[in-house]
């Protein structure tokens, strides 16, 4: 049981826009940032958005991530076959002390 | 530009240790304000946070198996370790190492090693 929760898997067809959601609480996404972390199939994960809505030097900016409280967002426009992956959020939890991971949505590009 | 790479032996015996080893390459380890962590994947599941460590020797761990890590750091060879004790079949996993920023901005990570626990 993953402490931040997102829904198993997402689906579209290309060119859409889809979301995934990652929902925590008060000690975690309402209190830090969120980051989110792409994982192709086979590879390890790849760091896609930081503190909460930036994004790094490479990744399209068809990827945007969003945060409200203790719930966050990612959102992918313009969808492509290559998205087809594993997304998960993450953040620091000051209750635990440590990282916690949602558990992951695969996004399938039908 | 930096990279990570983990290293180790891809079979541990039930009850007995894990160590694994993660190089970095690219830029000195001590350089610039960050931690370095280790994360776990088991097949077909979710990644998990292990543990991370300042070059200070600062650490936190996941207080879910803190009781069996520990993370050490060797800044002359410009690496950084992981032991985990008492493994069992649940340790199975592919571990990664990354560099963290900041509280979960892992950038960038290694391409991960697979550990099965087995006699």
């Known amino acids: 049981q993953s402490v931040l929760t997102q829904p198993p898997s997402a689906s579209g067809t290309p060119g859409q826009r889809v979301t995934i959601s990652c929902s925590g609480s008060?000690?975690?996404?309402?209190?830090?940032?969120v980051y989110w972390y792409q994982q192709l199939p086979g590879t390890a994960p790849k760091l896609l958005i930081y503190?909460?809505?930036q994004r790094p030097s490479g990744v399209p900016d068809r990827f945007s991530g969003s945060k409200s409280g203790t719930s966050a967002s990612l959102a992918i426009s313009g969808l492509r076959s290559e998205d087809e992956a594993d997304y998960y959020c993450?953040?620091?939890?000051?209750?635990?002390?440590?990282?916690?991971f949602g558990g992951g949505t695969k996004l399938t590009v039908l | 530009q930096v990279q990570v790479q983990e290293s180790g032996p891809g079979l541990v015996k039930p009850s007995q240790t894990l160590s694994l080893t993660c190089t970095v390459s690219g830029g000195s380890i001590s350089s610039g304000s960050y931690y370095w962590s280790w994360i776990r994947q088991p097949a077909e599941k979710g990644l998990e946070w292990i543990g991370r460590i300042y070059t200070s020797g600062s650490t936190n761990y996941n207080p879910s198996i803190k009781s069996r890590v520990t993370i050490s750091v060797d800044t002359s060879k410009n690496q950084f370790s992981l032991e985990l004790s008492s493994v069992t079949a649940a340790d199975t996993a592919v571990y990664y190492c990354?560099?963290?920023?900041?509280?979960?901005?892992?950038?960038?990570w290694g391409q991960g090693t697979l550990v099965t626990v087995s006699s």
């Open positions: 990354a560099r963290d920023k900041a509280f979960s901005w892992f950038d960038p």
């Open positions: 503190r909460n809505n």
């Open positions: 008060s000690s975690n996404i309402g209190s830090n940032y």
């Open positions: 993450a953040a620091w939890d000051d209750s635990l002390g440590g990282v916690v």
